[in-house]
């Protein structure tokens, strides 16, 4: 059984920063793995995806430039570090994986695999 969980989510202050980790079993090998954010009564944003294979990456506009998804093939393990953090950051934020040859699509629906999520608060 293939399983995800974050951690690292927390409360900061406008403009400062985080690092939420994914941590999974598995080798991950030719997988697209991503970081989802949904804030209650709102749909799910897709934010950042990386291929496993060749750590090609893509981002949604609203981080792009202050969030920097990573992973770690020894470790099994994806990061996402968030800088210059906004209060509209603030939200649940969930890692996700699928298995795949293409990993472009910021689309949630797309991903089987999920873990249970972290909460992210951003005060202003």
């Known amino acids: 059984l293939v399983t995800l969980a974050e951690s690292g989510g927390g409360s900061v202050q406008e403009g400062g920063s985080l690092t939420l980790t994914c941590e999974g079993s598995?080798?991950?090998?030719?997988?697209?793995m991503g970081w989802f954010r949904q804030i209650t009564g709102k749909e799910r944003e897709g934010i950042a995806v990386i291929y496993t294979d060749d750590f090609k990456t893509k981002y949604a506009d609203s981080v792009k430039g202050r969030f920097t998804i990573s992973h770690d093939k020894s470790k099994g393990t994806m990061y996402l570090q968030m800088n210059t953090l906004k209060p509209e950051d603030t939200a649940m934020y969930y890692c996700?994986?699928?298995?795949?040859?293409?990993?472009?699509?910021?689309?949630?629906?797309?991903?089987?695999?999920w873990g249970q999520g972290t909460q992210v608060t951003v005060s202003s």
């Open positions: 996700a994986a699928r298995s795949s040859d293409t990993c472009g699509a910021l689309t949630g629906s797309l991903f089987g695999i």
């Open positions: 598995g080798s991950w090998r030719g997988y697209c």
